[in-house]
């Protein structure tokens, strides 16, 4: 992200409405929030998009499993995104729906153009689909044959007629604007992936479909009624039908997105996908499109069958709205995966908030009060703290290349080292001591010292706790706005002599995890999950448990054991496992040696007899004896079996 121009236009990913918010979702519109506050503040005219994805199989499954219209369900679950965000205080200036009319006019639109310049063209569509992704995926992409390799969900056999966009036409295009523009996607190692797939070669891609009716119609001088749109051109669309593309095209000057926000699984779709629709419409790519990591829950992908999503609005009810923002920006390094746990949060509370931020603030006011009756004037600053203000002056100068890399944490942590200078700078000059050496200007300095500080992080800090920061600059007597950016960041002035107010402590410390069990699992989905049948697991269940095939290397006997035998097993990864396996009767050593087994990879460690085993071999066991389960023909060690 640049402050190159004048104007921003920020996007979060528009959510489907087949799930209720989660902290996926909080996540990412936190981020965006924060970079179209960031904007506003330093000055640019911004615009901030997010809103609902409406359209496709999955949402049409989705209403018809409830008994509802699809349009009636997205009014529902659309509904529930806006009154989050509202409640979450995020700025958006515009919420866009793909069932409103100006967007599915702007869609058509496109269609057209693109038609029209010979990009779409008419054929039959053979192939996977995968419902959940909304994906297609050729056979030799699924893993065995016939799970989705991003999901892991199983896919379905689509055969229908369908309109063709000619992605492979963009391929030399797409590769000389990653070349050209070094932040087109970030961050660069997400970017290196996208080059990567680009170069193993584009197909076509299908972008109709007609075995449901759940979309936007093609443009009636297709004269073709039973084709609706993918929902994935219907869905990228929207970043330009949203600034008025097709329709009324006021806010059209916004184009090109300054940044996409997206998460890691729909970079494919935004880093090439969209780029190339916008080459055949001839318009501006995106200045960024930036690539976030996955939260997981104490180490575990979230999921409803896990029972393990976690629900914002609990963790900001729990915690406040702007504890949890500020854990979401400074927890994970851009692109990079995080855990969400109550622990790690309430770490950060008590440590960064409370101790580092709240308490300095709280010194302020008890030495302000104490020494001059609450009023701070900088007057004497620079005559014995010059060498303070300067290192935080550099700090701030560095500051925006972390706001452009999108790198928010490192921002954060960056930005502390200015309190850290405040802090130390109490312990070190001890102003207690100099009032009672008499050399009051000397401890007023000090105390003008830190105020000043304080107040430069306040400002800064602002776009990821706008409220908190708010009541910190009362305090500090003025207010941020851009103009006391410009004065107190930009042009580096020192703030006018005023009077502190007194504030409650900010952050009180957090003693114990607030949300006890149950979980906080997204409450409105965890109602409604259907009684699971006993004995019947789901998918999702299955997966838990990693199954894979790897080749014997070594077998041995167990010393004193008529039961076990000590295997080596090849698992492709680094070190082959040992295994101690049951099977003595049945096998043995030599003649499981270089055979294949099917191994419980993820199974905790344990001793047997005094001996690691760290698997556990999948084996079928009846009157007539045991049977080791092998892969029919041989297959790679390591190959995941499901
Ligand atoms: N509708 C599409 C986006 C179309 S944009 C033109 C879509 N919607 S989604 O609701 O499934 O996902 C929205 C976003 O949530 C994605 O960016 C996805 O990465 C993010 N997340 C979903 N689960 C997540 C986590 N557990 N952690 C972080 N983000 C995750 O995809």
Redesign the pocket.
């Known amino acids: 992200m640049s402050n190159d121009c004048k104007r921003a236009y920020i996007t979060t990913?528009?959510?489907?409405v087949n799930?209720v918010p989660?902290?996926?979702?909080a996540?990412?519109t936190i981020i965006a929030d924060t970079l179209a506050r960031y904007s506003r503040l330093i000055g640019l005219q911004t615009l901030f998009l997010t809103g609902t994805?409406e359209h496709g199989q999955k949402i049409q499954e989705a209403a018809q499993k409830r008994g509802k219209t699809p349009q009636a369900y997205a009014d529902e679950i659309s509904g529930k995104f806006k009154t989050l965000w509202d409640a979450f205080d995020i700025s958006y200036d515009k919420f866009i729906r793909t069932t409103d009319e100006q967007h599915q006019k702007g869609v058509q639109k496109a269609f057209e153009i693109m038609y029209d310049k010979g990009d779409i063209y008419k054929d039959n569509y053979e192939g996977f689909y995968c419902v959940s992704c909304e994906s297609f995926f050729t056979k030799t992409q699924l893993i065995d044959e016939q799970f989705c390799p991003d999901c892991g969900k199983p896919t379905s056999i689509v055969k229908e007629e369908s309109y063709f966009f000619k992605l492979s036409k963009y391929e030399d295009q797409l590769l000389a604007w990653y070349a050209d523009k070094d932040k087109c996607v970030l961050p660069k190692a997400k970017k290196n992936e996208v080059i990567n797939f680009v170069k193993q070669g584009l197909h076509d891609l299908s972008i109709t479909r007609t075995s449901f009716d759940w979309g936007v119609k093609l443009p009636e001088s297709m004269n073709d009624p039973k084709h609706v749109m993918y929902v994935?051109l219907d869905?990228?669309m929207?970043?330009i039908t949203a600034l008025g593309y097709g329709s009324d095209e006021k806010n059209l000057h916004f184009w090109p997105a300054t940044v996409h926000l997206?998460?890691?699984?729909?970079l494919r779709?935004?880093a090439i996908y969209w780029p190339a629709f916008l080459m055949s419409l001839d318009l501006p790519l995106p200045k960024h499109i930036g690539a976030?990591?996955?939260?997981?829950r104490n180490g575990e992908k979230?999921s409803k069958s896990k029972g393990n999503v976690v629900d914002p609005a609990e963790v900001a009810q729990a915690y406040g709205l702007e504890n949890f923002r500020y854990f979401l920006m400074r927890e994970v390094p851009f692109g990079q995966d995080g855990d969400f746990s109550q622990k790690a949060l309430i770490d950060r509370v008590n440590s960064d908030l409370s101790n580092d931020l709240g308490n300095l603030l709280n010194r302020i006011i008890g030495m302000s009060g104490k020494y001059s009756d609450f009023l701070v004037d900088s007057k004497d600053i620079l005559a014995y703290h010059k060498k303070e203000i300067d290192t935080a002056e550099k700090i701030i100068e560095k500051l925006p290349s972390f706001i452009y890399d999108l790198q928010l944490n490192r921002y954060l942590e960056e930005l502390w080292k200015i309190l850290t200078i405040a802090n130390q700078s109490i312990a070190m000059y001890e102003p207690w001591v100099k009032i009672k050496e008499g050399k009051t200007e000397e401890a007023l300095a000090l105390v003008a010292l830190v105020a000043n500080l304080l107040a430069k992080v306040t400002i800064k800090l602002s776009p990821v706790m706008p409220k908190t920061c708010a009541t910190i600059s009362k305090s500090l007597g003025f207010v941020i706005t851009h103009d006391s950016y410009q004065k107190y960041i930009v042009n580096k002035e020192l703030l006018d002599t005023f009077t502190m107010t007194k504030v409650p402590p900010l952050f009180p410390k957090i003693e114990e995890e607030l949300l006890k069990a149950p979980e906080p699992v997204a409450t409105q989905e965890k109602k409604k999950e259907p009684k699971q049948e006993e004995g019947i697991i789901t998918i999702d269940q299955f997966f838990q448990t990693k199954l894979k095939i790897g080749t014997i290397l070594e077998a041995s006997e167990v010393a004193k054991s008529d039961r076990l035998l000590q295997l080596k097993v090849d698992l492709g990864e680094e070190k082959p496992r040992q295994i101690i396996a049951g099977i003595k009767e049945f096998y043995t050593p030599e003649s499981l040696i270089n055979t294949q087994v099917c191994v419980v990879s993820n199974l905790k460690p344990a001793k047997i007899m005094g001996n690691l085993s760290e698997g556990m071999l999948l084996a079928a066991k009846d009157k007539s004896g045991l049977s080791l389960i092998r892969p029919e023909s041989s297959k790679k060690n390591g190959t995941p079996v499901g």
Not at 13 to 16: D, E, R, T, V
Not at 22 to 25: A, E, Q, V
Not at 292 to 296: E, L, R, V
């Open positions: 990913p528009i959510y489907y799930d989660h902290i996926g979702h996540y990412t994805d994935w869905a990228l929207n970043y997206v998460g890691k699984d729909i779709f935004h976030h990591g996955w939260w997981t979230m």
